[in-house]
């Protein structure tokens, strides 16, 4: 299994833009998260599916923030508009009950200026 | 009160060396626990999973304290190549299948 793919590696954008993050998750997981992680905050749980569906999106910092899974292959997290502040590392997760901990992707590492 | 705690370190040790990290959890109805490592610039990746008193594999030992609430990673025989940041992480109870992470310690192994 090629595991947790996110796309692209690195983003830079300017301040204002749309970003779209991408990942694709291991076949028969069930369950995919979307983490943050900064020097400040560590990582941080944005949203979670199960089954596709949006289960807890309480870590979405604000409506800029939006995560969409419209099949159980793809996931994508957009920022509109992006600010410099949502610089950070995201991270997408995969577990297949959420019982036997989670693989991570390799991460996307974005910044705002 | 943060969730997951840990201490940020770091912790730097010779090789050879036995080295031991803690975490602290305030969800007394979490079940499950992890241990993950996480090299620079690099995702987490699940190091050893915790859910009873304990669990062992080579150097790494990870034990579980639930009277006080906390989950250990002792590491014999240091090596170089241990150098990382270790995130400890807690399922949540009740069926939760959130994790929570702390924000990691980091071990520095030197010559």
């Known amino acids: 299994d090629a595991g947790v793919i996110q796309s692209p590696r690195h983003e830079v954008t300017e301040m204002g833009q749309e970003v779209t993050l991408r990942c694709k998750p291991i076949s028969g997981h069930d369950y995919l998260f979307w983490y943050r992680q900064t020097m400040m905050r560590g990582l941080e749980l944005l949203i979670y599916f199960n089954n596709n569906v949006p289960i807890d999106d309480s870590g979405m910092p604000e409506d800029r923030f939006s995560a969409k899974m419209p099949n159980a292959s793809f996931s994508t997290l957009k920022i509109q508009p992006s600010e410099p502040r949502d610089s950070a590392v995201y991270f997408c997760a995969s577990s297949e009950t959420g019982l036997y901990g989670y693989t991570f992707g390799s991460g996307t590492r974005l910044t705002v200026v | 009160r943060k969730e997951v705690e840990q201490d940020p370190g770091p912790f730097n040790v010779p090789e050879g060396a036995t080295v031991a990290f803690n975490c602290t959890y305030s969800?007394?109805?979490?079940?499950?626990f992890f241990w993950y490592r996480q090299d620079c610039r690099k995702e987490p990746k699940l190091l050893m999973s915790v859910y009873s008193s304990g669990n062992e594999d080579g150097r790494f030992t990870a034990q579980l304290n639930r009277a006080s609430q906390y989950i250990s990673l002792l590491i014999r025989d240091s090596k170089l190549s241990d150098s990382a940041t270790y995130l400890c992480a807690a399922l949540g109870g009740g069926g939760s299948y959130i994790p929570t992470f702390g924000r990691g310690t980091s071990l520095i192994v030197h010559p």
């Open positions: 969800n007394s109805a979490s079940q499950s």
